[in-house]
């Protein structure tokens, strides 16, 4: 149980185009996920939290209006890359937290991850 | 404010020998502590949780940790390393409100 799905798990694109990246709750509904950034050999930053039916909330340096977040239903947000750009190129890995006793849950699941090059 | 410290970026041991990952945390709460894998390209795949019940955590593929509160450490450790072993291994926080707290990661390498 607890499949957290990406897609696509590897996107080239052009300098200047957009790029969309779905995380899918496969078995649980998820009030909230994350979307975290990996630059090689460091650990994940997180990029914003996303709550279902409201806006996503962004760690401090990260450009709202670059990273778009839609958290439309309980099992899907999407990241869209606006205008990428080479220093965008990165893994970006989600995860999904289902709601618990409290409202939310201690414990996310990851999914495996987008790696994104942009030429 | 919450942090989380792995001391060691590296960690080298012997295929059948013990494994020990150390993380040290900071936090103002009772926290909820974790340790996550990351095989290559991959995503996280969780080990283990304590959440404030038993100190001593038991989790998947052999591994265990032990929640000390008073040294605020809760250090990963393996009887015997397989080859599978071999990943990067990242403690986290979470905060009891909304955020989760990564420690920068452990790359363990086994050696045959």
């Known amino acids: 149980g607890a499949v957290v799905s990406q897609h696509p798990s590897w996107v080239i694109c052009k300098s200047g185009t957009s790029v969309k990246i779905e995380c899918r709750s496969l078995?649980?509904?998820?009030?909230?996920m994350f979307w975290y950034r990996q630059f090689p050999k460091q650990s994940l930053m997180l990029m914003a939290t996303?709550?279902?039916?409201?806006?996503?909330?962004?760690e401090q340096g990260v450009e709202k209006d670059k990273f778009l977040i839609n958290h439309a239903s309980l099992t899907l947000s999407t990241l869209t890359v606006t205008s990428a750009h080479p220093e965008d190129s990165s893994f970006y890995i989600c995860?999904?937290?289902?709601?618990?006793?409290?409202?939310?849950?201690?414990?996310?699941?990851f999914g495996p991850g987008t790696r994104l090059t942009v030429l | 404010a919450q942090s989380v410290t792995q001391l060691d970026s590296h960690v080298s041991v012997s295929e059948g020998t013990p494994v020990l990952l150390r993380c040290n945390y900071s936090?103002?709460?009772?926290?909820?502590l974790f340790w996550y894998v990351q095989h290559p390209n991959k995503g996280l795949q969780l080990l283990l949780k304590?959440?404030?019940?038993?100190?001593l955590v038991k989790g998947i593929n052999g591994f265990e940790a032990e929640f000390k509160k008073s040294e605020t450490s809760f250090h990963l450790t393996k009887p015997s390393a397989h080859m599978s072993d071999a990943a990067e291994y990242f403690c986290?926080?979470?905060?009891?409100?909304?955020?989760?707290?990564f420690g920068s990661g452990t790359k363990l390498n086994v050696k045959p």
């Open positions: 304590y959440t404030s019940a038993a100190t």
């Open positions: 078995d649980f509904q998820a009030t909230t």
């Open positions: 936090s103002s709460y009772s926290p909820s």
């Open positions: 986290v926080c979470w905060d009891n409100f909304n955020k989760f707290y």
């Open positions: 996303s709550n279902e039916g409201s806006k996503a909330t962004y």
């Open positions: 995860s999904a937290a289902p709601p618990g006793l409290a409202g939310v849950t201690d414990t996310q699941y």
